[in-house]
């Protein structure tokens, strides 16, 4: 019988309050313990939010982070922050990552201790039953920091994906599983969004699911901004692990879907982050209905990408509709009524 669950895919948008604060620490205005306070405050609000709506797999909000390569990438040797670029074709803008060297991961890089910080909140906030939940810490995938860097030291891209994935991601990686992470979500939008060649998604693929192998971890490899159908013969490459894709962006999955029974574990990104429309509940329903009809292991209902990209009343509102949903398909088995 298949298992169905909710999750919080990325970061959740920075509430106005704890921006103001990280304006003032900015500016020099206030203590970085006071806005410690504010991540703190911020994250059990978002915890308290999640574990009431019952979604079992949840981030931190990543809070902490302002797009999904900063700050990571300031502890990264080889690696400058440069300007602004624009999120693939959204109306959002990250920190390009400027190689200049080789790289690899400072050792005073404090991702892993956000991560253990974020475990004790959450325990906190429900109370010594944070086992009933699933906190995964969220990082860059190899192909989309490779195609969105400004490269100006490899001669082949493809050597920077392998060193960012063994010498960046494979050390870090281990620390936040030494530290309790069960789950590791990994963002690959660029193996959907289709700018990097054949052979780069082929190598992106290959050492990134030889690096989940080797550290025997249960890895969420998220996709979105991209038809689902088009990228089948990549995902395969992680059929075991959890594979999250964008429904939201595929014009017609009923062209693939019985392809998707090969994988044990899909997450279905059916809420859109990029718009501000409540989803019809029936629709989705009857969308679930149909994949968990493929008989896979895990159904997993969830946003299709971060959440940066729309207001955070809306971001609650499909939260709680998502929530809702879900509660419904596993009351009736995955159907659809």
């Not at 909710?6 to 309050?17: Q, Y």
């Not at 982050?273 to 629709?283: A, G, I, M």
């Not at 997993?300 to 971001?315: H, K, L, Q, Y």
Request: include cysteine; charged fraction near 25%.
């Amino acid at each position: 019988m298949t298992v169905i669950n909710a999750a919080l895919v990325g970061s959740f948008p920075r509430p106005k309050g704890l921006a103001r604060l990280v304006s003032r620490f900015n500016s020099g205005r206030i203590t970085r313990e006071k806005l410690e306070e504010g991540y703190e405050l911020h994250t059990k609000k978002l915890f308290k939010l999640l574990t009431t709506l019952r979604i079992k797999y949840i981030t931190d909000g990543m809070f902490r982070w302002d797009d999904i390569f900063n700050p990571l990438i300031s502890y990264v040797d080889g690696v400058k922050v440069n300007g602004l670029y624009r999120f693939y074709d959204n109306n959002f803008f990250f920190r390009a990552p400027q190689v200049v060297g080789r790289v690899s991961l400072r050792s005073d890089c404090p991702i892993p201790e956000w991560f253990k910080k974020a475990k004790e909140l959450l325990n906190e906030v429900t109370e010594g039953r944070s086992e009933e939940y699933i906190l995964k810490p969220v990082l860059p995938g190899p192909l989309t920091l490779a195609k969105n860097s400004l490269n100006e030291y490899y001669r082949d891209v493809k050597d920077l994906i392998r060193d960012y994935t063994f010498n960046v991601l494979e050390p870090l990686m281990k620390d936040l599983k030494r530290l309790g992470a069960s789950v590791i979500e990994i963002h690959e939008p660029e193996l959907a969004y289709g700018r990097a060649s054949v052979e780069e998604k082929s190598v992106g693929v290959d050492v990134l699911s030889t690096l989940i192998y080797n550290l025997r971890i249960r890895a969420w490899v998220h996709t979105y901004f991209g038809d689902a159908c088009r990228i089948l013969n990549y995902l395969i490459g992680f059929g075991s692990y959890i594979v999250g894709i964008d429904l939201t962006s595929t014009k017609d999955y009923n062209a693939c879907i019985l392809q998707y029974s090969n994988f044990k574990s899909l997450a279905l990104g059916l809420y859109d982050s990029r718009s501000t429309v409540l989803e019809r509940s029936r629709s989705i329903r009857w969308c679930v209905s149909k994949f968990v009809k493929l008989h896979v292991e895990e159904v997993i209902i969830c946003n299709n990408a971060p959440m940066d990209f729309i207001p955070e009343v809306i971001a609650v509102r499909k939260l709680r509709k998502l929530s809702r949903v879900t509660e419904r398909l596993v009351v009736t088995g995955g159907k659809a009524y």
